[in-house]
């Protein structure tokens, strides 16, 4: 079982430990503000936004395979409803902790149905381009989301 902790979790367990430390620090030396529009994230291997954000986007589909330390995301063979001649498997890989553009790649496989057996088809390059905009589209919403909580 994949054990997922929220990014608000994270934020309010580092400020806990934050605090902890800097009630040893002399009063009258300068602190450096901290860093809330951080895009980092230290509980997982990889950026916590990316993650939710797939998994959202994604949760449609039967997942196959979840390891949030690789920041990999394999699914399973999808049948769209309106498509039933058709399926659709990803595999989503999150490539750093930084929430940027070049941290997502979305890989997918197509097949559709002739004479009862599953034949692989091509997938339109715009179908992956357009999953990864929305995946960090969402990304971003979900971190301004978490800036605007903050205050």
């Not at 040893?24 to 993650?51: E, F, H, M």
């Not at 939710?52 to 394999?74: A, C, K, N, Y």
Request: charged share 25%; with cysteine; hydrophobic share 45%.
């Amino acid at each position: 079982m994949v054990r997922i902790r929220s990014p608000r979790f994270t934020v309010a367990m580092a400020a806990i430990a934050a605090c902890g430390l800097l009630a040893g620090c002399a009063k009258n030396k300068v602190r450096a503000a901290p860093d809330i529009a951080a895009s980092r994230i230290t509980q997982i291997g990889v950026n916590s936004y990316l993650w939710r954000s797939t998994l959202d986007t994604l949760s449609f589909m039967p997942m196959l395979q979840v390891d949030s330390e690789g920041g990999v995301i394999l699914t399973d063979w999808f049948i769209n409803p309106k498509a039933p001649g058709e399926r659709m498997k990803l595999t989503v890989t999150i490539l750093d902790q930084d929430l940027r553009a070049d941290a997502l790649r979305v890989a997918a496989s197509r097949q559709v149905q002739q004479a009862g057996q599953w034949v692989d088809a091509p997938v339109e390059a715009a179908t992956t381009q357009k999953l990864e905009d929305l995946i960090l589209t969402h990304a971003r919403d979900l971190r301004r989301r978490e800036l605007s909580a903050r205050g």
